[in-house]
């Protein structure tokens, strides 16, 4: 299904393209590409879907994927990849007043539980899944790769966490390098470390 509108000389145009169900209209979401059951936008259908705005340019492919982004005027939701069951679940740029643009989750649950940030990576299951309430996750500019890295991440920033949970229980911590399975899993507020190798660093939380 695609979403039809027309340009000044009557050319016929398609501005969604929509494969499955749930994806909120409004004028201000355009240019989407949207595959899978329970995705991209308001989990309440029968709702007048207010506040889920300004989403556009968009790739989402997965059930559940991005479902449930809540914006409001100045808040967007825009040119992501979004790739995997539940990945960017429940993100809501709405709650900071802020940005949640040009992100790539791809995997089971990744972002999952992001409330903002842009120009964030993940890749592998449960990679920078975020807390699931009750805390904020805006951090910008991480990369993880590889199942649950980065898995805590909140505010942290410009952070790069390269195999099976590495940098795993960073939550505030910042311009953290960690290559390697559990590489640096246990570091939580640390800042300007480097470890290489599996399991490097340890049980060192502070860094």
Request: aromatic share 4%; net charge negative.
């Amino acid at each position: 299904m695609g979403k039809l509108g027309a340009d000044s000389d009557g050319v016929i145009t398609v501005t969604d393209i929509v494969l499955g169900n749930r994806i909120t209209t409004s004028s201000t979401n355009y240019d989407n590409i949207v595959l899978g059951l329970g995705n991209f936008g308001h989990s309440d259908w029968n709702s007048s879907l207010d506040g889920t705005s300004n989403m556009a340019d968009n790739i989402v492919i997965g059930r559940n994927a991005a479902k449930d982004v809540e914006t409001d005027t100045g808040d967007t939701f825009q040119k992501n990849i979004v790739l995997g069951k539940s990945a960017m679940m429940d993100c809501n740029p709405k709650s900071e007043s802020a940005s949640a643009n040009q992100n790539v989750a791809i995997g089971s649950n990744a972002m999952q539980n992001r409330d903002s940030g842009d120009n964030n990576i993940a890749i592998g299951k449960g990679a920078m899944l975020g807390e699931a309430s009750g805390t904020t996750t805006t951090g910008a500019n991480n990369i993880a790769i590889g199942t649950t890295a980065l898995e805590e991440i909140t505010t942290g920033y410009e952070n790069i966490g390269v195999g099976s949970d590495a940098l795993e229980d960073v939550t505030s911590g910042y311009q953290n390098i960690a290559i390697g399975d559990e590489a640096g899993q246990k570091v939580d507020e640390g800042i300007y470390n480097i470890f290489i190798g599996k399991s490097s660093g340890g049980t060192n939380a502070s860094g």
